[in-house]
């Protein structure tokens, strides 16, 4: 492959999977940014070890804002860029694929999705929601990261995007402690989200207009059981429940709780204002949303 790739990685405390990462995407890479929010466990000594460059960021409150800082501060050298988080590795499969095709893809070709390969418990969750496909990889300078509090969008700016055929999995080796405590946190984002009714896309649009918690139980049995879920054993109903079920009935629960707090502050801006408030105090920032 003689095209450059250049590798984003946002990190807070990942000592646990930065090595695995850094290592499956090493023969790849021109350069690696990890861009760091201040670790404290030596994610960033692995990763110079590595050969990685680090780049400490205060956090700005969402996933998505920290890597719109990336693309528009990193000194990106790559005529392409891939964008991984430190608990997601490609696969032997997927390297060789970007190596033989990326040289080949004609100009109007920008973004490359690719499919993500989830792991549970020690387990490939093969049914309900594999395979999910995501903007990953772009040509430099042609995606932006729509700003969202719950994850970040890659969004082309112009040109269109092809799926690569191979996969990159999401493995994250904490315990199910950490796993729920980090989809608590995502409730309350998710859940402002849909406050303000920021997804655009047909799926979201139909699921808001579902009754509340009802949606959660129709989502489970629709990955459960029309999804095949239970083909996965055990890990297959923990995951259908937990992260079907379970958070988005969890959700639901916290869109209510907004509501009611932004229920006597009026409409428009003063609204927004109670949102903005309410989510200071358990420290998360709006961004800028439309």
């Not at 608990?87 to 390297?95: G, I, Q, R």
Request: aromatic share 12%; glycine share 6%; with cysteine.
């Amino acid at each position: 492959m003689k095209t450059r790739l250049s590798v984003i990685i946002l990190t807070y405390n990942e000592c646990l999977h930065i090595r695995r990462c850094l290592e499956r995407i090493r023969p790849l890479a021109s350069e690696v940014f990890v861009v760091d929010c201040h670790s404290t466990d030596g994610t960033q000594a692995i990763a110079r070890e590595l050969g990685a460059t680090v780049v400490e960021h205060d956090w700005p409150g969402c996933q998505a804002e920290q890597m719109r800082w990336a693309l528009d501060n990193l000194p990106l050298t790559g005529d392409w860029v891939l964008r991984l988080d430190a608990d997601e590795y490609l696969l032997p499969e997927l390297v060789e694929e970007i190596r033989a095709r990326l040289d080949t893809l004609p100009p109007d070709v920008t973004g490359v999705e690719l499919r993500r390969r989830h792991i549970f418990q020690g387990r490939w969750v093969r049914h309900g929601i594999y395979p999910v496909c995501l903007l990953r990889l772009f040509r430099r300078g042609a995606a932006e990261s729509r700003q969202r509090l719950m994850d970040e969008k890659l969004v082309l700016l112009h040109g269109r995007a092809v799926t690569f055929a191979h996969d990159f999995v999401d493995h994250n080796l904490q315990d199910l402690s950490w796993w729920t405590r980090k989809h608590d946190t995502y409730a309350l984002r998710e859940a402002a989200d849909l406050f303000l009714a920021n997804d655009a896309t047909s799926k979201k649009r139909l699921y808001r207009r579902l009754p509340l918690f009802w949606r959660a139980a129709a989502y489970f049995v629709y990955r459960y059981f029309l999804r095949l879920g239970f083909l996965d054993g055990r890990q297959g109903f923990l995951w259908a429940f937990l992260q079907g079920w379970w958070y988005r009935t969890l959700v639901d629960a916290k869109l209510i709780e907004l509501r009611e707090h932004c229920a006597y502050t009026g409409g428009g801006n003063s609204r927004l204002l109670a949102l903005k408030d309410y989510l200071k105090t358990k420290g998360i920032r709006l961004p800028d949303v439309p």
